[in-house]
């Protein structure tokens, strides 16, 4: 268990339609990072939150938006939903470390119908 | 683009035999290098990772290789176990804090007993 927790485990929901992604990082960790996986494009990055503030961006669609809340939990959200948006979501966790030691929760598995 | 590149895509290996997975970089700006080792319907889990300051870390049955010069890195599984039979993925990030990962497409392992 790497302490960080992702809600809900699987989502199921149809095109067009708009959903909302829940990280919790390991306790004391500022900093989040959200990573999608899908069969053709692997392991991709696309967004990251430090203490509140957008730090990096990845190839995130426009129609994809994120935050972190005070409480440093982390929220992702998707909408306009289409076929290509169902993959796993992952969202990582990270202390402000020399090595950059990232921890991934357990995923949200998207399925769009 | 690819930014890291992993090889083999997928690799068969005997109970007590020595599994190796290769990966290739460009970018000489990263300076830290981890693998994850992902099981079905999990998150990936950080395995070992290395700077490269040093040419090999060892952790247990897993070894680091790094060639700077060649910009290579590999992951060596000695003494491989049917319970090492998973996905792993190799990841280069630049800045010793709080970097986005680029990962490799990973290589499926499977372990015959």
């Known amino acids: 268990d790497s302490g960080v927790t992702q809600t809900p485990k699987h989502l199921i929901t149809a095109t067009g339609q708009r959903v909302t992604l829940r990280c919790s990082p390991r306790s004391g960790d500022l900093s989040v990072y959200w990573y999608q996986q899908s069969l053709d494009q692997g392991l991709q990055f696309l967004i990251q939150y430090y203490n509140g503030e957008e730090r990096a961006k990845g190839n995130i669609l426009e129609r994809f938006s994120a935050q972190q809340f005070p409480d440093l939990h982390s929220e992702l959200n998707l909408s306009s939903l289409e076929l290509g948006d169902s993959a796993l979501y992952f969202c990582?966790?990270?202390?402000?470390?020399?090595?950059?030691?990232?921890?991934f929760g357990p995923g949200t598995r998207l399925t769009v119908l | 683009q690819q930014q890291v590149k992993q090889s083999p895509q997928s690799l068969i290996v005997q109970k007590g035999g020595i599994s190796i997975i290769n990966c290739a970089y460009e970018n000489t700006a990263f300076d830290y290098f981890p693998w994850y080792q992902q099981f079905p319907g999990k998150g990936p889990a950080l395995l070992i990772a290395i700077r490269p300051d040093v040419s090999e870390k060892k952790e247990g049955r897993f070894t680091i290789s790094f060639n700077k010069s060649a910009k290579q890195f590999s992951l060596h599984i000695m003494d491989s176990q049917p319970g090492d039979s998973a996905t792993y993925f190799c990841a280069a990030s630049r800045g010793s804090t709080l970097g986005r990962l680029y990962f490799g497409r990973g290589t499926q392992l499977t372990v015959w007993p």
């Open positions: 990582a966790s990270s202390e402000r470390t020399e090595y950059n030691e990232q921890f």
